[in-house]
């Protein structure tokens, strides 16, 4: 089975920053790799799909990059409704595995 | 537009069964595959289950296999979760999520329910 891993766990930065957050396959995925965001009590987001794809209506800060093993997800210009918890998502037509997440809070 | 509500969820003692569903509306349902996804309290995400469109294919996380089973009702645009011999660890919030039509490339689950949660216990 493929392991996804995620990294940092938490991150903490201001409004205004720029945040990367890294995510590492156990194996080769092409560009298999999604990324959504959840704040709490909130089913997860949509944000990127095929490593760099934006989903529709995602703000233009948002941004992934990668192939194969290592996946990065930038955050461009942190606003208030970016602090959430982020996850990595290898999908295929046989296999959905998830990052165990990074929180991005307040500094 | 899009709408997953799941519902069924509950307390429900160790050893017990019981059977979550997620009515969708604003796609058409069949031509869909759909998955089952649940978060325990407090931690990451975790993949449960997928089913193909017309209901034929089926897989589960290793977590669950022998113990859930992933079906649907094209005619009511529902999807069921049947969750048998329950354990403590399956204590959850469980999500239905949307996945690609029948005729596409592999796409993540883009549309979710907002979840309904799953307590085992004594």
């Known amino acids: 089975d493929i392991q996804m891993t995620q990294s940092p766990s938490t991150l903490s930065a201001s409004v205004g920053d720029t945040v990367t957050i890294t995510c590492r396959a156990s194996?080769?995925?092409?560009?298999?790799l999604a990324w959504y965001q959840q704040k709490p009590g909130k089913a997860p987001k949509l944000l990127i799909y095929r490593a760099s794809g934006l989903e529709t209506g995602v703000p233009s800060r948002f941004s992934g990059s990668g192939s194969g093993t290592e996946f990065t997800l930038t955050i461009t210009s942190l606003q208030p409704d970016d602090f959430a918890s982020y996850y990595c998502q290898h999908y295929s037509s046989s296999s959905w595995t998830f990052g165990q997440g990074t929180k991005v809070e307040i500094k | 537009q899009v709408q997953l509500v799941e519902s069924g969820g509950g307390v429900v003692q160790p050893g017990r069964s019981l059977r979550l569903s997620c009515v969708v509306s604003g796609f058409t349902f069949d031509s869909y595959g759909m998955h089952w996804v649940r978060q325990a309290p407090g931690k990451g995400l975790e993949w449960v289950a997928v089913i193909s469109y017309e209901g034929r294919n089926k897989d589960y996380a290793g977590s669950v296999k022998g113990r859930f089973t992933i079906s649907r009702d094209n005619s009511k645009n529902t999807l069921y979760l049947q969750m048998n011999s329950l354990r403590a660890d399956d204590t959850a919030v469980y999500y239905c999520a949307k996945g690609p039509r029948y005729d596409s490339t592999p796409y993540p689950q883009d549309y979710w329910g907002q979840g309904t949660l799953v307590t085992v216990s004594s």
């Open positions: 194996q080769s995925i092409s560009n298999w």
